[in-house]
Structures are given as C-alpha cells and as structure tokens.
T-cell receptor
Framework: GQSLEQPSEVTAVEGAIVQINCTYQ??????LSWYQQHDGGAPTFLSY????GLEETGRFSSFLSRSDSYGYLLLQELQMKDSASYFC????????????FGSGTRLQVQP | DGGITQSPKYLFRKEGQNVTLSCEQN?????MYWYRQDPGQGLRLIYY???????QKGDIAEGYSVSREKKESFPLTVTSAQKNPTAFYLC??????????????FGPGTRLTVL
C-alpha cells in the first residue's frame, strides 16, 4: 500500500516563503502531485513531479527526490489567498491506478 | 464550459435511508473517482472507474455502491450499511486511469449530513 506524511499545520506571514514537506512510502512510484483546497471548496491541481528536481510554476515550486521518497512544495511571496490546505498525493505503478492522498497541511498566512 | 458537476450541494438524510449522490462530467474523461473527506482530514478513496461498465473498490468501499453505465456519469449510493456517512463527498475525473500524470479534476462536492 501507500502512505504519506506531511505536517498538519504551517503558519507564515504575507510576503514570506514557506516549504511544505511530504514523505511517502509506496510499493511502486509514478510521481508526486500537489493539490490545493480552500475551506469548503474542491481540491485543485498545483503541480506534478515524476523525476528528481525542481518544477517551477509561478510563485509555486515543487521538488522531488525519489531516492529519499521525499518531496516539498515551496510557496513564495505568500499572499492571504494562499491560506488553504495543501495535499501531496502519489500514484503507484503497481496495483491500484488511483492517487493516494496525504492528510493535508493547513497553511495560515498572517498579515 | 467543461467541468464536473455534483448535486446536490447539501443533502440531509435520516438514518437507515439510502441516498444517491450525482456526479456528471463533460470533459470526455475515461476515469472517475469518489472520495470522502472528514473535517480536517485528507481524501479517502471510496470507488474508482477507469472505463464504462467497470469500477474498483478503494480503501473505504464498505457501505457504498456505484455504477458506471455512461462515460459522463458516476453516481454514488450511500447505503444504510454505512455506519458513519456524515462527510464531504468529492467526485473527480482524469483523462484516463493509466496515464502517468493522472491529474484529477474535482467537482464542487456534496456535503451529506445524517440526522
């Protein structure tokens, strides 16, 4: 099976940089995805890493180290609207063809 | 506009009643998924379907049933056998279930409350 660990809560101030870590255990590995969910809303896709290294999309970047079974989401120039929950998710290349999500990290951006 | 719709947004049910949650997509996606989310928790997979007329159990399928008679539709029935059904239910779709990226697009969700 798959399991993921991420911090339950992170707090930062506007304009700062924050890093949300994710470690995973899986029997096979395709890639690591990140989703954002505002309170009461639906998750939306942010980024995907299949290979080691950093992927940048505007203010958001995501990093993967396959050898360490570890990844992180980096949010720069934080804005109040970034306050949300962030989920990492893995897709295994064996067995079930569906994502397994972490329990989420709640990010609170303060003025 | 292409997207995923779920109805109703809020649903109340008495204990012992079955209830069906609707999920429709016009993205022409092959794969569809149902997740349950409890307050402050992550998403747990209930059922998924990679193609019409086929579906697989997820991690918490007990007390739920699905059908996939049309590509666009993947309704979820919460049966009276589900012991604690009050939760936020999210439906999602992806282009197919075998692609490496497997980016999922979510509907707005249905919040089910059992009275």
């Amino acid at each position: 099976g798959q399991s993921l660990e991420q911090p339950s809560e992170v707090t930062a101030v506007e304009g700062a940089i924050v890093q949300i870590n994710c470690t995973y255990q899986t029997s096979g590995f395709y890639g690591l995805s990140w989703y954002q969910q505002h309170d009461g809303g639906a998750p939306t896709f942010l980024s995907y890493n299949a290979l080691d290294g950093l992927e940048e999309t505007g203010r958001f970047s995501s990093f993967l180290s396959r050898s360490d079974s570890y990844g992180y989401l980096l949010l720069q120039e934080l804005q109040m609207k970034d306050s949300a929950s962030y989920f990492c998710a893995v897709r295994s290349d064996t067995g079930r063809r569906a994502l397994t999500f972490g329990s989420g990290t709640r990010l609170q951006v303060q003025p | 506009d292409g997207g995923i719709t779920q109805s109703p947004k809020y649903l109340f049910r008495k204990e012992g009643q079955n209830v069906t949650l609707s999920c429709e997509q016009n993205l022409n996606h092959d794969a569809m998924y149902w997740y349950r989310q409890d307050p402050g928790q992550g998403l747990r997979l209930i059922y998924y379907s990679q193609i019409v007329n086929d579906f697989q159990k997820g991690d918490i399928a007990e007390g739920y049933s699905v059908s996939r008679e049309k590509k666009e539709s993947f309704p979820l029935t919460v049966t009276s056998a589900q012991k604690n059904p009050t939760a936020f239910y999210l439906c999602a779709s992806s282009i197919d279930g075998s692609g490496r990226t497997d980016t999922q697009y979510f509907g707005p969700g249905t919040r089910l409350t059992v009275l």
